[in-house]
């Protein structure tokens, strides 16, 4: 007994992407110690961790679509792992507040720079006719390097977003013309 041709391509297709969705998933499972990088050293890792597991969806989401979508996970990364580190490594060595002003925010600034400059230089790889790996990228860079900034709450975040912007704009402006 042989399954018509039309069930045999959709049961094909839904094991095709099944497999997809499985590797996506393993790949993206990889990242579940940065989830834990906040408890360390934060009193409320709640959203820290929320983000964290945004990122874990996001990355599987990403890999599992591929083409410029799953182009985007690896610059995105490189790129919000500076917003990531540079917070939780201040904020583990020191307190960094002086005469009552606390300066927290301003490394959430400089990190949300330096991973908007290394998303600035990926971006001529992910040229495409949408920019969809550029977004991509963004996103995962965004969610990565909030686990670290979030830990300031809402103001590190800020920070964090308008450094991306200032850091990846001009070298995007630039490529553009």
């Not at 799953?70 to 939780?88: C, F, Q, T, Y």
């Not at 991509?136 to 977003?161: D, I, T």
């Amino acid at each position: 007994m042989s399954l018509p041709e039309a069930a045999f391509l959709d049961r094909a297709r839904r094991s095709y992407e099944l497999g997809r969705l499985d590797r996506g998933l393993r790949q993206a499972l990889l990242l579940t110690p940065v989830l834990f990088l906040p408890v360390a050293c934060c009193v409320d890792p709640a959203w820290n961790v929320a983000c964290g597991m945004g990122l874990v969806a996001v990355v599987a989401f990403c890999l599992w679509r591929g083409l410029e979508w799953g182009r985007g996970v690896l610059p995105g990364l490189a790129s919000g792992a500076v917003p990531l580190i540079v917070p939780l490594a201040v904020h583990a060595t020191s307190h960094a507040c002086q005469g009552g002003r606390c300066l927290m925010s301003a490394w959430c600034l400089f990190a949300g720079v330096g991973g908007g400059l290394v998303l600035g230089l990926f971006a001529g790889r992910l040229r495409s006719a949408g920019g969809t790996g550029l977004v991509a990228a963004g996103l995962v860079a965004g969610l990565l390097g909030s686990v670290g900034c979030l830990a300031y709450g809402l103001v590190g975040l800020a920070g964090l977003s308008a450094g991306m912007a200032a850091g990846a704009l001009p070298i995007l402006v630039l490529r553009r013309a």
